[in-house]
């Protein structure tokens, strides 16, 4: 018995002082997807405009960027926005202490003063003025004439390496 009580001493002994088994890391999970809306990437620039008055909102990534004319600029941090089915929705604060939301639907747009027709019509509250208007990104609608639908260009296909 005494023999039988050494023999599983030294095991216990010999368990605790080996190296233990680490268990195998988790792979990181996969980065959510970049919000989309009418294929147009929420993360990329985008600007959102209206007229009667002619008014802008520039969503850079980090900040929201207002301005119009004969309207003081007011600027807001830019947070991600809350995805609702076909809608989008940024609020924040301006530096002014003004609320600022910016909602953008997946429905076609035109601001009734070019042929262009934008992705995503737009609803901008600012101090407790709604204005209605159009969206797409910087790049697209730096890219389109003054007709046609406002998109992005596909990318150049990459020659083989």
């Excluded at 405009?49 to 850079?60: C, D, I, K, Y």
């Excluded at 007709?147 to 992005?152: E, I, T």
Aim: hydrophobic residues 40%; glycine residues 10%; charged residues 15%.
């Amino acid at each position: 018995m005494r023999a039988f009580a050494t023999t599983a001493l030294a095991a216990l002994i010999l368990t605790a002082c080996s190296p233990s088994a680490e268990a195998p890391e988790a792979p990181d999970a996969a980065p959510a997807p970049a919000p989309v809306l009418a294929g147009v990437d929420l993360t990329q620039p985008l600007r959102v405009g209206g007229n009667e008055p002619f008014w802008a909102v520039e969503l850079t990534g980090s900040e929201m960027v207002y301005s119009g004319v004969d309207r003081p600029e007011q600027r807001a941090p830019q947070g991600e926005p809350v995805m609702q089915g076909t809608m989008a929705t940024w609020e924040s604060t301006t530096g002014a202490g003004n609320p600022l939301q910016v909602v953008l639907t997946a429905t076609d747009c035109s601001d009734g003063m070019t042929s262009r027709t934008y992705p995503l019509t737009a609803m901008v509250t600012i101090g407790g003025e709604t204005l209605m208007g159009c969206a797409a990104t910087v790049s697209a609608t730096m890219s389109t004439g003054e007709s046609g639908r406002v998109v992005d260009a596909p990318a150049a296909p990459q020659p083989p390496a």
